[in-house]
């Protein structure tokens, strides 16, 4: 019962933290855009004369969305066209429970692990269920009877596999030097110092995986510079033939997805729930681990965005070409070199 | 058409990239810094240039005229004459006119009617310009002439002489 219950629990913070985190980033795109383009941004939301700079602005999206009409075009493939933005969102969601939002604290006389699925290959897991999420797209795009859906769609499928692809070959490199898949074993691998002063982060110790990984994980989130699945300029993508809250979920998808990159960038190169120096223990330890984790995950979150309206999209050609001729040879490097250099050090 | 060359620099992006993000980063921090000193009532410059319509004034060019008006004598009748030379310039064929005796004989014309359909109207200002009594005049810092129906764009005479619409 008490199993139970606790299970209940790690669900219910690691949903709320992606959900809430994505109803929130609706917010901090149109209001980061907005500072760093001299604009205000959205603020007319209001409740009883409350605005709150546009906070009330996520949810006005998301009772409008719920409330519009869900309007199916007649010649999709309907069982097909309704399915994809679920296995979309669900793929993202179910990435959310590996993260270790924190490490294994001592209370009630009790062992607590604060990572919602603790796996031995929760990384594995992450990296598949993210690559199951093209599914969704390519369904999508070829569900609704569309040359653009399908145009998005295959775009999809072509970038998200090149990206997967080089995901596995950068993080190979981190996974090399802690030892381990299990998620929550690398992060106590970083918990070390390095020369007594330095924490061992992923980014001080695999500073080119750390960048790597970041293009990588902006290309498999779909964002800009990487959004050609969506590219409203040109094809609007792969849910063009979507309204209502099934367009909702491909957007929620796309801000999870965002979010569990960012989630397990925390966790593989900034030291995941680790706070540099202090012994984490106790409820007051939980707290300030799931604190740590969620300000790193913002912190990455807050740099994808900028760089999200920072850069232009790339063409396809290059984006492939970035993938494949540049991407995915710097990760073999970056592996090669980790493995020569643990064993020269060792 | 020749492109600047790209060099190694441009070539590797990823300095290209961070430079990009400087550029950003550091407007929004400082607008930002802006915006939060502004929210303190510190007096602070604006960290946005936008302009909030409906609520603020609208800032039009010193030189913009948009609401016609016509202009009455010293006794209180309609300046215009009925000449008809607005109603020929106008490149829009705006302004309709139609012409009446004028009960003053050194006047000998007056306008009946005078209808400008402001709804048509391309405020190039030929017809202050064309104006030999100096009938018609238009005003600066008039923008809000919108209205719901086709008819209500068209002013009549009594509409024109009048101080606000």
Redo the contacts between chains.
Sequence with gaps: MMLLAWSAVKVGYALGFGLGLAGFLGWVERK?S???????GANRAEIFGWRIIGLFHPVADGIKLMTKEDFVPQRVLRPFHALAPALSLGCCLLCLAALPFGGEVEAFGRNWNLQPLASPVGLVYVLALLGLGVHGVVMAGYASNSNYGLLGGLRGAAQMVAYEVCMAAILAGPMFLYGTLDLQEAVRWQGRLLGGILPAWGVFTQPLAF?LFLVAGTAASKRIPFDLPEGESEIVGYHVEYSGMKFGMFMISDFIENIVVCGLGATLFLGGWQVPFVDLSGIWGAIVMFASFSLKTCALLFLLM??R???PRLRFDQLLDLGWKSLLPLSLANFLITVWGCYLWR | MSRPDRGLREQVYILEVLRGLGVTFRHFFVNLWRHGLRLLGLRAEPGAVTIQYPDEPAVLGRRARTRHRLLRRVDGSPRCTACLLCETICPAKCIHITAEESPDAAVEKRARSFDIDIGMCVFCGHCVEACPVDAIHMDADQVELASYTRSGMIWDMKSLMKENP
């Design positions: 980061q907005a500072v760093l383009q001299d604009r205000i960048l900028q760089v309206w920072t850069l």
